[in-house]
């Protein structure tokens, strides 16, 4: 099943200028003079000149009564200075029950624990496989489960973590097997008939080798189904941050982008939008990137996000209920299972 047939990757894509971080008051530039409207006096210049110098001597001789050497604290302030801190250091992590602190652009990943940014493009196999689940009165996916050897995934329990997470989230009544045409079995791939590829990879991913399958034109931290190779592409930066509209319910956000993105892979291409505030979002709404209709179609004026502005509440689940409902407020759209 599932023949691949060359396609692009089906990743969350949009139009969408860089995004604009609001610095929350710091990083201000100064100019080092006042703009007095003509040329800077050379006294100026000689009296600004003899403020710096009192200004540091009396800066260093406070420094010096710490246990820094000034040399020290100098690098230390000019790594600082320059932005030096990158993402993997970056902030705090979510307060539970009140989300983010601060303020944070569209889709920008959330501050939080390090992930791996170099890649390979080589995966171990992780897990164990496990019984088929669902009843799949029409179409039975199987799936491995890898991860890329330069990711390091003791950092979230282990490999087989992983594997346990994407297994806990295939086999519950409220993912796709929530529909009976639709059942899943993680396999080993070595048992399989000879020259039988499994259905789907699932493949926790460096952001190195993400933006490789997935497009990084944007620079937003994106996952993505890429049907060449069955690839379902899980990045670890969001694998270990999550995303702003789950509020750092990391538990949350992981069963949602297995669920997504293995969406993709059984032929739900297209994203959906709210359908009412305050509704359940759809599992197939780009929950990563915002849970509102209009911030949406603002990233990507193309595409059908809806009516409206609504905004949902973030979702994990296909079928949240337990079981396919067309209109419930959740709907999946269609699967294209040919
Ligand atoms: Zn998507």
Redesign the pocket.
């Known amino acids: 099943m599932n023949q691949p047939t060359p396609q692009p990757p089906?990743?969350?894509r949009f139009d969408i200028p860089a995004p604009v971080r609001s610095n929350g008051g710091h990083g201000h530039h100064r100019s080092p003079e006042p703009r007095t409207g003509g040329r800077v006096q050379r006294w100026q210049l000689v009296a600004l000149a003899v403020v710096v110098v009192v200004t540091l001597l009396v800066f260093v001789s406070a420094l010096s009564a710490d246990s820094e050497s000034p040399d020290q604290q100098q690098a230390a302030s000019t790594a600082t200075q320059d932005g030096a801190q990158d993402e993997n250091s970056r902030g705090e992590g979510p307060v539970p029950g009140e989300g983010y602190q601060g303020e944070f652009a569209t889709g920008e990943l959330p501050p939080g624990g390090p992930y791996a940014e170099k890649g390979s493009d080589k995966y171990q196999v992780v897990g164990q496989p496990s019984p088929k689940v669902g009843e799949g009165r029409k179409d039975h996916y199987t799936y491995v489960v890898e991860v890329e050897d330069t990711v390091d995934a003791s950092r979230s329990g282990g490999g087989d973590a992983f594997a346990a997470m994407v297994d806990a989230t295939l086999s519950n009544p409220k993912s796709w097997i929530g529909d009976k045409d639709i059942s899943f079995e993680h396999v080993d791939e070595s048992a399989l008939p000879e020259g039988e590829e499994p259905d789907l990879r699932i493949q926790l991913t460096s952001t190195e080798t993400t933006h490789d399958v997935c497009g990084f034109t944007y620079r937003l931290e994106?996952s993505?189904?890429m049907p060449i190779g069955n690839r379902v592409v899980i990045n670890d930066a969001r694998w270990m941050r999550g995303a702003l509209p789950f509020d750092g319910d990391l538990g949350s956000y992981r069963q949602y982008v297995i669920n997504?993105?293995v969406?993709?892979g059984i032929g739900y291409a297209a994203?959906q939008g709210c359908r009412a505030d305050g509704a359940l979002a759809p599992v197939?709404m780009?929950q990563t990137l915002s849970l509102n209709n209009g911030v949406l179609h603002d990233i990507n004026p193309e595409g059908t996000y809806g009516q409206g502005d609504a905004t949902c509440r973030a979702n994990p689940w296909p079928y949240p209920t337990g079981g396919p409902e067309p209109d419930t407020e959740t709907e999946n759209g269609i699967r294209n299972d040919s």
């Open positions: 089906r990743w969350e994106t993505c189904n997504h993105e969406g993709h994203h197939m780009q």
